[in-house]
């Protein structure tokens, strides 16, 4: 693991192509970034975890905004995510997906292709749905994740966490 201008990248992360990382961004084992086909920016503190992909369609640049919490094993195939917003475990942003700001997309959620999801949204099911508006209480959780995976990030790095298991 390494920790490259202000950012945490995990070891198996791979980052192609054209690809933003903003300071606080930390990417967690096994992750890939393909820029290959299209621009990907990463905005400040996002966090995405462990088997995560982002990748996006020919010629539509995806662009995360700042404290976007991504869930372990997610799959980013959108347009963008707004500010503040959680992708749970397991979702699916499908081509062209714009999520707006302090959003929480459910644990195996998929947002189909072209869906624009309201701001402050909780979203569930396949195919994703709107069930309500996300509370402040939720909005609050979804910031201290963020906060935390910063703080972890910082632990790896300092040594204070073992390495993984064989190192």
Not at 35 to 50: F, M, P, S, Y
Not at 85 to 95: C, F, Q, V, Y
Not at 124 to 129: A, I, N, R
Request: charged share 20%; glycine share 12%.
């Amino acid at each position: 693991m390494r920790e490259v201008g202000g950012v945490f990248i995990a070891e198996g992360v791979v980052v192609t192509g054209d690809v933003v990382l903003e300071q606080g961004v930390n990417l967690w084992y096994g992750v890939i970034i393909r820029g290959d086909v299209a621009k990907i920016t990463l905005r400040e503190r996002v966090n995405i975890q462990d088997g995560s992909v982002v990748h996006c369609e020919f010629d539509v640049p995806q662009v995360i905004e700042p404290g976007v919490v991504v869930g372990h094993s997610a799959v980013l195939h959108g347009k963008s995510i707004g500010a503040d917003t959680l992708i749970g475990i397991g979702a699916r942003l499908l081509n062209r997906s714009e999520i707006g700001a302090e959003c929480i997309i459910a644990a195996g959620a998929v947002v189909l292709e072209g869906a624009v999801i309201p701001p402050r949204s909780l979203v569930v099911g396949v195919p994703g749905k709107v069930v309500r508006r996300v509370t402040d209480e939720e909005v609050a959780r979804t910031k201290m994740l963020s906060d935390r995976y910063q703080n972890m990030s910082r632990r790896y790095v300092a040594g204070s966490i073992p390495l993984p298991y064989g190192k």
